[in-house]
């Protein structure tokens, strides 16, 4: 599982949790024009912040800072 927060001005805000990267692709492709902007993604079973990971969706593409497009 993967824990989902979107970055909204300054602010974190929870969007929920994913079983994969390419669930929360598909999610993203649902709702394209509301769900553009950079999310931040943290795997379940790590409380380290060093474990979380900046995914950009910009309509199209989910591009993961770690793994590229997902």
Known sequence: MIKIAKLVGDEMIKVGNFKSF???????DENPE????TYYTMPSRCASLASMQKVEYDG?????????NI
Do not use: L, M
């Open 34 to 37: 509301e769900n553009i902007g």
């Open 60 to 68: 199209v593409f989910c591009t993961a800072e770690r793994r590229g």
């Open 22 to 28: 390419v669930a929360f692709a598909n999610w993203c």
